[in-house]
């Protein structure tokens, strides 16, 4: 071989010497060409015909002219002029200047007007004044707030409690802290705002099921079974979790759990239940909706509820295995980003547990009030009754719908003026129509407390019965 | 580990990490200039130096913005000791390794928190690796973090005793306390953490007659008559038309960044600005672009390229822009520079979003932010934002701005529609505090504070330098960072000032970079000066003992401290 390459090579120098003098010029010439072409020619560079000039940017930047900041709020916008409350909020209550009996705070258990809660608030504050002045990392831990952890948790029989300065921020913070980027979160349509804030922060893949309906959700986790069949090796990363509220805020109604941890170990999905209408209001001890139904509590991965509704103070708490929520002590933004929680407030919620854990007599009372209520506002003509007779804040809607929501809340509107000059306060519940993922249709709310009695409930049905007969006819 | 700038961006979006490439020169830039610029971006905090020689050949323009003299030093690290807190980190890593071996084989035994049996076979609800640094790492020294204190968080509190028989992974309380602990950490810039006093006594006021919570939003049935009252008070205290508080100071702008910007909006966001406001910029859907940290030459080009360029891939001009900034960087304890941030903002149409949390009543000579710091019309920033937690002694955040703003956000913030309202004897804290700092109340004590701040700012901050200890920040920052680096350091720093009876904070990655391990002290005005004496000769004898005396400085131009006091940043372009 090697020698025929050779004699090929050969054979080639001889041509070359044999080659015509005009074929050799030609074959320079090509070659000098394509030097030329190769380093000395312009290439066509598309970009530089767009480039700008130093005017052209000028001028652009002249004549963009932005949005405005914030777009005009008309006056009249319904959510612009707040009522004004004068004085506590508490069962009594004044809204613009007229004394009204309250069915619209969720005070569910009256604390907010317990004197034993504001002695301990007022203790709390000549010994360590209002504010923490720190995270929780960094000196804003006061042993109120150990104390507080310890109580919930064994309030609620979990091994941990870890909590918030905000109950907004509960959940919100508490989702992001686990459900990843490419984690999947099934999670009921009716959810309330904070667990989709959460949803939205997690940036997770999202699929809601709908409201209540295990069905639906069974099939979507095997979908997603199926889906993971087909690729094992992702389906090992992928962490899956089942989203749902207690008692559903928009909804009034309880979801079904013992169903959903049935779902949970055939699928293995954990849950997360966010708790805030149904903490200190269901069960025999008010330990919420796992004990309404005898759910084991370690069956749920994490339990969430705010400290504003029931217990009357403000912040919220997550609570369950410490496996699950020491994560958070680094991982939930909320918690470690943020000041701590006034350890006044904190202090307020240790002494509304104590009330809690003294009396559970006190959760029988609001359950049958609740009922008492939930029968009296049965049959309202042109006013559906929403929500589940236990439940302390149920919904009020139109029996028929104008079609046009501002006219629907309108109505609405007017049967709570209406009420409000009787000395019965009540509220429309709002939403931000942008912004829900499923807005639930208006509905005026009306809240439930111990506090309220048989009178106070008569008066207020009859008042809402003849605002219904004057409006909705 | 708290407070975290969040550096970590996502994916997608985009950070201008280098100036050099794509730098035209602007319309009157000269070479020279981006020159010098090209140096800066080499190392950003190694300017001091050079500044010093530069400052003699030009005059810079912009000298006029500011109405005092602009003094910010990041002294560059020292080589060998950044090599040297490398190598430290390698030698933890090994050993983290080793140890987790040792665990796997039940040779040593494992604290951490176990899954349930029965869940098992679910997947993991955190990867094990995830935690190796929190296991491996800060677990070591995580006596240093989460101390529990039992007292007011003023000049000095008192802290529970803990000891930990099982290397920091459980804590127990003996029941004792240790007293009178001089606090550096707390955010009490204006002393106004007190259990005594006006404030605290119309607080108490306020429980007895409004009592704790509030069991309602704002929209439906939780507006009280206190919130209406201190938010007029904050408009008025801000100079501003009208403002709107909040519950959360973390809340509020991850709530609200949302309703002002979307998508099809552009915001551009400090590299280290507060998790907060990432969190916020990245739920509002819109673009987010970072600028180096207080770079004004890269927030122009970011600016300029935003307008010219529009959005990404469809090329339509971009509908607002958003700069998003804080007064006082919270770990770097720099101050912005808004006299140019804010010529910027006009010459570009762009809003500007001022985060005072930090600023908020510890700058100013009226206390009423860095806008007050500068001298300039606060009218001129569209978004102030600020927290209560700090100077005031209170909780939550607010928002302010012109009158349509405020609606606005009346009619479409998350946390008015959603969100339990404030609690009132916090809103009464707020109320008394603020209007003692306005002087109000009719005395000087708010005015006393305020001086008081500042000079023992001025004070801790010299000492400390003089001591040749590397302090990051501005000259003016009550918030001072000092350089640890190594993470041996962090713990030993921290629990030898325990010992002297000095609650520091100390922070290492992923708060800072990894390199950068610092303490970091907050000043008060209820500092005294023999509280920051006995202070300061503690950090001396720890600092000499752990060899924290970094600093180059001293010895190179020890007579030539006044340099520092000139401007040392070149023009803007305009």
Redesign the interface.
Known sequence: MAAGQQWVLVEMVQAFYEAPAYHLILEGILILWIVRLLFFSKTYKPHETYK?T?KE??D??EE??????????SKD?P??N?????????HK?I?NGKECT?F????FLG???SDR??DK??AS???????????????????V??ELESRLAKFMRT?EAIIY?????TIASAIPA?SKRGDIIFVDEAA???IQ?GL??SRSFIKYFKHNDMEDLERLLKEQELEDQKNPRK??????FIVVEGLYINTADVCPLPELVRLK?KY?V?IFLEESMSFGVLGEHGKGVTEHFGVNI?DI?LISA?M??A????GGFCCG????I??QR??G??Y????S??P??AA?AIEALSIMEEDPEIFSVLKRRCSQVHQALQGIPGLKLVGVPFSPALHLQLERSSGCRSSDLQLLRSIVDHCLDRHV?L??????EK?ERFMPPPSI?VVVTVEQTDEDIQKAVSCIREAASIFLR | MAESPATKEADGEEVCRSLKNGLKPERNGSARSLHRNRKRQNDRRCQADEEEEEEEETTPQHDSLYSRPFTESFEETPMLVAVLTNVGYVILIIFGYLRDLLRHWKIEQRHIAREKEEQKDFVPLYRDFQNFYTRNLYMRIRDNWNRPICSVPGAKMDLMDRTSHDYNWTFEYNGRTMKDVINLGSYNYLGFAENTGPCADSAAQVVRTYGIGVASTRQEIGNLDKHEEMEKQVAKFLGVESAMAFGMGFATNSMNIPALVGKGCLILSDELNHTSLVLGARLSGATIRVFKHNNMQCLEKLLSEAIIYGQPRTHRPWKKILIVVEGIYSMEGSIVRLPEVITLKKRYKAYLYLDEAHSIGALGHRGRGVVDYFDLDPRDVDVLMGTFTKSFGAAGGYIAGKRELIEYLRSHSHSAVYAASMSPPVVEQIITSMKCIMGDDGTSIGCKRLQQLAENTTYFRRRLREMGFIIYGNDDSPVIPMMLYMPAKIGAFGREMLKKNIGVVVVGFPATSLVESRARFCISAAHSKEILDTALSAISEVGDVLQLKYSRRLTQNAPSAHLFAENMFEDIDD
């Open positions: 700008l130093e940017k000028e652009l930047i963009w002219q932005p949005e405005p900041l914030v777009p005009p709020v916008h959510s612009l707040y009522d004004v409350v004068t004085g506590p909020p508490s209550i809204i309250n619209a705070s969720f005070n604390l907010l007007d809660v504001k608030a007022l504050l000549k010994k360590y004044g209002v504010g923490t002045c720190g995270p929780r990392g960094f000196y804003g831990t006061f042993d707030h150990l091994e300065s905000y109950g907004f921020a686990y309330c705002f904070s804030k939205q922060a389906a090992r990363v992928t962490r899956k170990y293995k954990r370690d991965d705010n504003e509704n217990v009357a103070s403000i295995r410490s496996f699950v020491d994560h680094l991982s933004q909320g470690c980003f943020s000041a929680l006034p006044m407030l307020a306060a509220t429309v519940a709002r939403y931000l912004e709310r």
